[in-house]
């Protein structure tokens, strides 16, 4: 059972990634599922959500029109469209599945390894 988190990667102001991460031994379909990031020095905060009950998405206000979550079940994958990054984007990014949005990080109980944006000209 596990999550599997890439994508990461260098990019420019203003530029584009997408982070994928895929499900091993569960079912994503099953669960609220969530990205999250820490900047150094900082603690992880929740990016974007959607939630198992009813699909509802959430963003944090700093992403909002720029980030996108999504998820394909039939390849038991969730991603995170992030386009216009910006340098404070600069972060590790997790994967993480639960059982609701709006809860503390320690609410879920599955994690991802983490992949590494970096926000630089």
């Known amino acids: 059972v596990q999550l599997q988190a890439s994508g990461g990667g260098l990019v420019q102001p203003g530029g584009s990634l997408r982070l994928s991460c895929a499900a091993s031994g569960f079912t994503l379909d099953y669960y609220t599922i969530a990205w999250f990031r820490q900047a150094p020095g900082k603690e992880r905060e929740a990016v974007s959500c959607?939630?198992?009950?009813?699909?509802?998405?959430y963003y944090a206000d700093s992403v909002k029109g720029r980030f996108t979550i999504s998820r394909d079940n039939d390849k038991n994958t969730m991603y995170l469209q992030m386009n216009n990054l910006k340098p404070e984007d600069t972060a590790v990014y997790y994967c993480?599945?639960?059982?609701?949005?709006?809860?503390?990080?320690?609410?879920?109980?599955?994690w991802g390894q983490g992949t590494q944006v970096t926000v630089s000209s």
């Open positions: 959607i939630a198992s009950s009813d699909g509802t998405t």
């Open positions: 993480a599945t639960g059982y609701a949005c709006y809860v503390p990080p320690y609410e879920f109980d599955k």
